[in-house]
């Protein structure tokens, strides 16, 4: 296993559209378990492929308390959504920074797992905020693009000035 690095916004890597897995293989287990120690060393609970600068359709996600519940979507797509709701939302790609994004309240997602069989999973509440968050990464999104000229200007300010005081 190893430790990835991840990219720090606005990296305009961040803004790649990953391209779908073909095959869930070990290559694509490997890259998996990567992700998943990256997540938890970081901490996070969520992590998309494209943030370790791999533009794959992956996302890991690990929202319980106890963290010892991964969860693996490979190729997810939302079948159906409904409701909105707003959560305040960070990333690690976006150190120090939360702001409040509004998403669906409930959908339904249908991926593949680490092993390639598929499955469909009814989510709400922080894990399909989570599920949205990071299958924004897949197409070249950050959350900080909902949120105002404004408030990008400060952010990126803000993210500068941090970068200085940990040199
Ligand atoms: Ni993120």
Not at 18 to 47: F, H, Q, W
Not at 150 to 166: G, N
Request: with cysteine; proline share 3%.
């Amino acid at each position: 296993m190893a430790l990835l690095a991840i990219l720090q916004y606005p990296d305009s890597r961040l803004y790649t559209v990953a391209s779908p897995v073909i095959t869930v293989d070990d290559e694509i287990r490997r890259l998996i378990r990567d992700m998943a120690e990256t997540m938890y060393a970081a901490p996070g609970v969520g992590l998309a492929a494209t943030q370790v600068d791999d533009h794959r359709r992956v996302i890991v996600i690990d929202i319980s308390e106890t963290r010892d519940h991964l969860q693996v979507f490979v190729n997810p797509e939302i079948v159906t959504s409904s409701g909105t709701a707003t959560c305040e939302e960070g990333c690690l790609s976006v150190p120090g920074i939360f702001d409040k994004v509004a998403r669906a309240e409930r959908i339904s997602v249908r991926a593949f797992d680490a092993q390639g069989k598929t499955f469909t999973l009814e989510a709400e509440g922080l894990l399909a905020v989570c599920i949205q968050h990071e299958m924004d990464h897949l197409e070249g999104k950050v959350f900080v693009d909902y949120l105002s000229r404004l408030k990008q200007r400060r952010i990126l300010a803000k993210l500068k000035k941090q970068k200085r005081l940990v040199m």
